[in-house]
């Protein structure tokens, strides 16, 4: 019975459309709650599809006169379209506009917090519009910093930290050929640096662990002079995120990060203060990492990270064999997710 309360609901909302005894201002309200209740963990694209009729719903009947509710409800609509499954750009598009039809008036007559909220989910669907090559990606940067005015530190850490996580993400996956490169990478690490003052491994340890492993990767491949202190700083980044990333409790995050350790290790010399004596025994510790997290991906049947460790792996053991000691580059292995 549960499982088509959803459905119920829908047809529900649908027929009180039809009533005379509330007003049309009552209705919107209604089907807007309705609407939001399917968004919430939907079951199925169709509950998502739901949702957006009852929104198109809500929006026919919106008095005229009622314009913050109309561009509430716009807003709601972009955040049920940006959730959609869809490999191509025709939701996001659609989200796009929803937000960008509702910003103005919510900025005009809306809460601050609100507009930020608004501004934030833009950026998200820009964000992912940039990595389909269908907007710019400077446009999603412009929505998050507009967000951060208001989703600052102290009155709201966990929208921060999304917005901080959202914006290194983004410096690290523009092209770093050109002569912002290093000020992008360097913008990247101070975002992740930010995000981790308001996460913490006690309160939030997924998130922590998910900050410090992106904060490890965005350290250990900085185009810098200061290679081995970032590597180092890296580590201890890395370290961070296991003490929450474990092969019992998470097993695939576990093996993205201490690849990216084996990737870091591979590059640091076994005595600092020598580095002419090679790194053979960090490099046999990374060929340790890199053999479990293979075992881990072929579990978890990713080809494609299991192909990528065999071939690091073959370079290893020549590395190893004949005393090799040059530098890796290596792939590292980010998330996006907070």
């Known amino acids: 019975m549960s499982q088509n309360l959803p459905d119920h609901e829908f047809q529900q909302a649908l027929a009180a459309i039809a009533s005379e005894t509330i007003s049309d201002t009552e209705k919107v309200d209604l089907l807007v709650q309705i609407a939001t209740g399917l968004q919430h963990k939907p079951k199925?694209?169709?509950?998502?599809?739901?949702?957006?009729?009852?929104?198109?719903?809500?929006?026919?009947?919106?008095?005229?006169?009622?314009?913050?509710?109309?561009?509430?409800?716009?807003?709601?609509?972009?955040?049920?379209?940006?959730?959609?499954?869809?490999?191509?750009?025709?939701?996001?598009?659609?989200?796009?506009?929803?937000?960008?039809?509702?910003?103005?008036?919510l900025y005009e007559q809306g809460t601050p917090e609100e507009t930020a909220e608004a501004e934030m989910n833009l950026g998200l669907v820009l964000q992912s519009l940039a990595s389909l090559h269908a907007a710019p990606v400077t446009e999603a940067i412009n929505a998050y910093q507009r967000a951060l005015k208001t989703f600052t530190r102290d009155t709201f850490p966990t929208e921060y930290a999304i917005l901080h996580n959202n914006l290194a993400t983004i410096y690290l996956s523009m092209p770093m050929s050109d002569e912002r490169a290093k000020m992008r990478e360097a913008l990247a690490v101070q975002s992740f640096q930010e995000a981790l003052k308001v996460v913490t491994l006690i309160d939030q340890p997924s998130e922590y662990a998910m900050l410090q492993n992106n904060l490890g990767n965005a350290l250990q491949y900085a185009s810098s002079s200061h290679s081995v202190e970032n590597n180092l700083r890296a580590l201890e980044a890395y370290d961070e995120a296991l003490k929450v990333r474990t092969p019992q409790d998470t097993p695939y995050e576990y093996a993205n990060t201490i690849c990216n350790k084996a990737n870091c290790l591979c590059n640091l010399p076994d005595d600092l203060d020598h580095p002419e004596k090679g790194n053979r025994q960090r490099m046999r510790e990374a060929r340790e990492l890199y053999r479990t997290a293979c075992d881990i991906f072929q579990q978890y049947g990713d080809d494609a990270k299991v192909s990528i460790i065999h071939e690091t792996l073959a370079e290893l053991e020549a590395d190893i064999g004949t005393g090799h000691t040059g530098s890796r580059s290596g792939n590292g292995f980010g998330e996006s997710r907070i």
Request: one cysteine or more.
């Open 44 to 105: 199925n694209p169709q509950q998502l599809h739901n949702a957006i009729t009852l929104y198109d719903k809500a929006l026919e009947l919106c008095p005229d006169d009622e314009k913050l509710l109309t561009a509430r409800t716009h807003a709601r609509k972009g955040t049920a379209l940006q959730a959609i499954p869809d490999s191509g750009t025709e939701h996001l598009l659609k989200a796009q506009l929803e937000f960008e039809i509702a910003l103005p008036v």
